[in-house]
């Protein structure tokens, strides 16, 4: 069975460009997720969708981040314009319904250096 | 707001010594609790979930327990390799959500 795929692995831009993460989640799982992990700190939860509508999304920069997930199935998160403190590991997971006794399968993570 | 707090937060030891990390949360309403492993550049791999009303969960040689009442969990790595070196992080799902601590960094000396 196919993991979580993300990309790019690594990113580096200056501050107040934009960038984009993709995300393609285990066949067949309802639930993706985003989470962002500054170095040194635990994830933080983003945004997370069930199947292709937004649950929580409470932590998420609204002012500067978007993510959509078309079709229930892959997912793309957006920074626009990015500032230095977003520098950090952006993981996307996902599991079969999101419920409590679910477990998360997290891709590799995509690395981003703000410059 | 649920706090998750892990001490400490690197540990080194030789190879065979059993390992102990400690995790602790600030909310005692938990649904669950995990443990994950963290490789570098890798992303999360869950080690143990431990349902709120169970006591602990084993896996070959890992052993982790939950005390909710008292907000803590521990995870025990019996005889470490150096295989066994990552980053340990401890995480909690309440409020719909996973609260992960930073994680203990152990080192395996061979």
């Known amino acids: 069975e196919a993991g979580v795929a993300q990309s790019p692995r690594y990113k580096i831009i200056e501050k107040r460009q934009s960038v984009a993460f993709w995300c393609n989640p285990i066949?067949?799982?309802?639930?993706l997720y985003w989470y962002q992990q500054i170095l040194g700190q635990g994830p933080k939860l983003l945004i997370q969708f069930q199947n292709n509508g937004v649950v929580d999304d409470s932590q998420l920069p609204k002012d500067r981040f978007s993510a959509e997930r078309l079709k229930g199935v892959d997912s793309t998160l957006k920074i626009q314009p990015a500032k230095l403190e977003d520098s950090a590991v952006y993981l996307c997971?996902?599991?079969?319904?999101?419920?409590?006794?679910?477990?998360?399968?997290f891709g590799a993570g995509t690395r981003l250096s703000v410059l | 707001k649920q706090e998750v707090t892990q001490i400490p937060a690197a540990l080194s030891v030789p190879e065979g010594e059993n390992l102990v990390l400690n995790c602790s949360f600030t909310?005692?309403?938990?649904?669950?609790l995990q443990w994950f492993r963290q490789d570098p550049g890798k992303g999360l791999t869950s080690l143990l979930l431990i349902q709120s009303s169970q006591r602990e969960q084993t896996s070959g040689r890992l052993n982790a327990s939950l005390d909710k009442s008292s907000g803590r969990s521990t995870l025990y790595i019996a005889a470490s390799q150096p295989g066994d070196s990552a980053t340990y992080l401890c995480a909690v799902f309440n409020d719909y959500k996973l609260s992960f601590g930073a994680g203990t960094t152990v080192t395996v000396r061979a």
């Open positions: 997971a996902s599991s079969p319904q999101g419920g409590a006794v679910d477990i998360q399968y």
């Open positions: 066949s067949g799982h309802a639930t």
């Open positions: 909310d005692s309403a938990i649904y669950n």
